[in-house]
């Protein structure tokens, strides 16, 4: 990867050396995706046995699988990855489990009480990547999360032919609709509907840039009423090492990350030229071992090495870029964490790849890309619920606030809001002169 020094670029140049890959940024990308959308909702099941067969290569007359094909796949795993799988599941389900709030009820004053409350979203749908590299654990950080919450409905989509192990990691997760279409189209499919794909009310997953797109594209759609989870694209990661860090990990973990797509990045930030130039050394060596070296090849030539003067300043370009995927292998990783303000998910230490969170520790691997992270946090239980405040007053609660509740409408000049009170109050009064009056 380039090298480049912080400390020595303009204004301008430290804007480009944080940009991402520029296979993002394609002038087509939206158009392309309208019209997927648009085919999708005017032809629907048809549109999307069309495009399976365009983009996937394969004829499908049945886009959900039926329980027959749901057992026969399941059948197919090999059991070393059930294991895996069960493992994997647990920490998951015991990390997620832990999200679970309670309900606020608090009484703000006498009279006056204000709930909190929480329900599921009743209509999910979740996106599960396939094509070169399926991706089973996404099945299990969406699918768990989503089940613990109590959502009703629980629709995965992922394109064909669907792997048997993302199956199998479904239905132990008691998913039991699996549909056969990905891409743009499948999320035009759960935003709108066809006669097979059920509407969904929250649109969940990863993707590539169709995907992401797609998933933007429907959200502000004013024909469809569908959520999405985040911005969640193409994967990235950063690593801030200083001198004291293992070359070869830290050359694995951008690796890791670069293998995902072409338009993957990595960055590396590091107070240690040395450590720099090993790093790229152990790149090379490791890139010849890998089944996808063509595809990290590609996502490390829109990646770079920033040089730093010490780990203040690594924390603060962290924070600049907001990657998806921090880790931090240093002497003290935890002196770092105290400074990172923007970040999916942060791994500490030596021994914390990306890939345990990826797939087994317990954390959400569902990420905000792009930045998003400055501001867009990782997926958790929250995100498959909803919710919505309570407040009940008595009436000595009104007649205690209700004087503050007109001053303030009558500033605004929102008489209705003030009438709606002042009327119950003066029905209060009557109410108590005529008690006064009969005693």
């Not at 301008?12 to 940024?25: E, F, V």
């Not at 059991?79 to 703000?108: C, G, M, W, Y």
Request: aromatic fraction near 4%; charged fraction near 20%; charge should be negative.
């Amino acid at each position: 990867m380039d090298i480049l020094n912080w400390q020595t670029l303009t204004a301008t140049a430290k804007q480009d050396a944080l940009a991402r890959s520029p296979l993002i940024g394609d002038s087509n990308l939206e158009q392309t995706v309208a019209n997927i959308i648009d085919e999708v909702v005017t032809d629907g099941d048809n549109a999307l046995r069309n495009f399976a067969k365009q983009f996937d290569g394969v004829n499908i007359e049945n886009l959900k699988l039926s329980k027959e094909q749901i057992a026969q796949a399941c059948q197919a795993v090999p059991a070393e990855l059930k294991q895996a799988i069960a493992q994997a599941r647990a920490n998951i389900d015991s990390f997620h489990q832990a999200q679970v709030s309670s309900p606020v009820d608090v009484e703000t004053q006498i009279g006056i009480r204000c709930e909190l409350r929480s329900e599921p979203i009743e209509k999910v749908g979740l996106y599960i990547p396939g094509g070169t590299a399926p991706l089973i654990s996404t099945v299990l950080m969406l699918a768990l999360p989503a089940k613990i919450a109590g959502c009703s409905k629980r629709i995965l989509v992922s394109p064909p032919p669907i792997n048997n192990a993302i199956v199998y990691a479904a239905d132990a997760c008691g998913i039991t609709e699996i549909y056969q279409v990905g891409g743009a189209q499948a999320i035009a499919a759960l935003a709108f509907g066809t006669d097979s794909v059920p509407q969904v009310d929250k649109i969940f997953g990863p993707g590539n840039r169709f995907v992401t797109e797609a998933k933007r594209a429907v959200s502000q759609d004013s024909r469809a009423t569908v959520s999405i989870d985040m911005p969640a694209g193409p994967s990235e990661v950063l690593v801030i090492a200083d001198a004291k860090a293992n070359a070869s990990f830290v050359a694995a973990d951008l690796l890791s990350q670069a293998e995902h797509g072409p338009d993957s990045q990595v960055m590396l930030v590091t107070d240690s030229i040395e450590v720099a130039n090993k790093v790229n050394q152990a790149l090379e060596q490791q890139l010849s071992e890998l089944s996808r070296a063509e595809v990290a090849t590609t996502a490390l030539s829109c990646s770079r090495t920033l040089l730093v003067n010490d780990m203040t300043e690594a924390a603060q370009v962290s924070n600049l870029y907001g990657p998806e995927h921090l880790i931090i292998q240093t002497e003290q990783p935890r002196a770092v964490l105290a400074n990172i303000r923007a970040a999916g998910s942060v791994f500490l230490g030596a021994y914390t790849p990306e890939s345990v969170g990826d797939y087994a520790s317990g954390t959400n691997h569902v990420l905000p890309t792009y930045g998003y992270s400055k501001t867009v946090s990782s997926l958790s239980l929250a995100d498959f619920s909803r919710r919505f405040t309570v407040q009940e007053l008595t009436a000595d609660g009104l007649a205690s606030i209700g004087n503050a509740v007109m001053t303030l409408a009558a500033a605004e000049q929102l008489d209705a809001h003030k009438n709606a009170v002042a009327l119950r109050l003066a029905s209060l009064n009557i109410a108590n002169n005529d008690t006064s009056e009969a005693s």
